[in-house]
């Protein structure tokens, strides 16, 4: 058998990310175009005009080696939230800089505290690092009982603690106050990390203001969403300059290429494009709550705040896998909840919200699905 550093790299459990249009076309026989691909909340609209110049610009600059630090990249986002350059560290995604969080600030062994369900990458990077998950269930209603994170926080000594805002799958919004309640209770030797990858469809300034308070907090954004720039692989944290350094020296030292960079920074002057994004998710968010309240085997779990949302199976003749399933027949691409996320069980799919043709198509097949199940 093949040595490695941690028998979780074979034995573990790997990212399931959502099913392409390509896949889906050959299996089911349907025109890609047509395919309502909502199991991977990327942008609609696809990618930032601006992002796109700025990417064809940096090919005469294949030949270079980039800035080790993606400088260019860390002086333009110093400079839209306010900061400076060595607060900001920026990755091959947002999944990169949470590899680097995990490594730099926990040791093998250490605790790293998470809600049930979570983004999966928070569980799978820390067992594959030799780090220990502890959970934190949430309420019937995804409710976040932040006294509770809070004592389990304290009581395993956790040196990482994840938050996600607005939380993923549920896509509840967590007060700012409770966020600032776990900084305070985390103390220097804990590193709150708030992942905002989703923000911008909240509608709201977000927790990035907080850095100014606390020295134990990282605010994590990617480019993969509002920006639509997932296939660039583009993200970043700020935090104080103290934890900034480990988090330099850990990280691979070209970790991101001329155009990544390039692209990241020309989104970041893109508002046209985010807000016609936002404008639409919000939009389309209430369309198809309204369009769902008339179901019997579904319900649209209520007061999402991002670019997907629950939806809960009623019916006792279908679980999360079957319709999953079902769904694709209907050239609908959405996520199984048992299959995606950790504790959220058989009762649960998370959809995209997308445009009005795709929020069709998925409820036009659920009235169906719902139908042949009465």
């Not at 560290?89 to 979570?118: H, L, Q, S, W």
Request: aromatic share 10%; charged share 20%.
């Amino acid at each position: 058998m093949t040595y490695v550093s941690n028998d979780v790299l074979i034995t573990g459990e790997p990212y399931t990310p959502g099913l392409s249009r390509g896949y889906v076309a050959q299996h089911f026989g349907f025109d890609p175009s047509q395919i309502a691909k909502l199991g991977s909340a990327e942008n609609p609209f696809g990618p930032s005009p601006k992002a796109m110049v700025a990417v064809a610009g940096a090919f005469a600059e294949l030949d270079l080696y980039p800035s080790w630090t993606a400088e260019k990249l860390r002086v333009k986002i110093a400079e839209k939230y306010g900061y400076q350059p060595e607060q900001v560290i920026c990755g091959t995604g947002e999944t990169e800089v949470i590899a680097c969080v995990i490594r730099a600030f926990a040791k093998p062994g250490d605790n790293i505290v998470m809600y049930k369900p979570c983004f999966p990458i928070y569980h799978i990077f820390a067992e594959n690092e030799g780090r220990v998950p502890v959970y934190v269930d949430m309420g019937p209603g995804f409710e976040f009982h932040i006294d509770k994170y809070i004592e389990t926080m304290k009581s395993s000594k956790a040196r990482i603690a994840f938050l996600t805002n607005p939380h993923s799958p549920s896509g509840q919004l967590m007060s700012e106050a409770d966020i600032r309640r776990v900084c305070e209770a985390a103390g220097n030797d804990t590193l709150v990390v708030l992942d905002e990858a989703y923000i911008h469809f909240t509608e709201t300034e977000g927790g990035m203001p907080l850095v100014r308070d606390y020295s134990n907090l990282i605010v994590l954004r990617t480019f993969s969403k509002a920006f639509g720039l997932a296939g660039l692989r583009a993200g970043f944290g700020i935090s104080s300059a103290e934890r900034i350094v480990p988090l330099l020296n850990i990280k691979p030292t070209w970790n991101m290429g001329c155009a990544q960079t390039a692209g990241a920074a020309a989104a970041l002057d893109d508002d046209d494009h985010v807000n016609r994004t936002v404008q639409m998710i919000v939009e389309m968010r209430g369309y198809v709550a309204q369009r769902m309240s008339s179901l019997k085997a579904f319900r649209m779990v209520p007061n999402s705040r991002s670019n997907f949302f629950l939806i809960e199976i009623l019916s006792p003749k279908l679980d999360s896998t079957k319709t999953f399933e079902e769904l694709l027949k209907f050239g609908v691409i959405v996520k199984d909840g048992s299959v995606s996320f950790k504790g959220l069980g058989k009762r649960y799919l998370r959809s995209d919200v997308s445009l009005k043709q795709h929020m069709d198509r998925l409820v036009d097949a659920l009235i169906e699905i719902e139908r042949r199940a009465a």
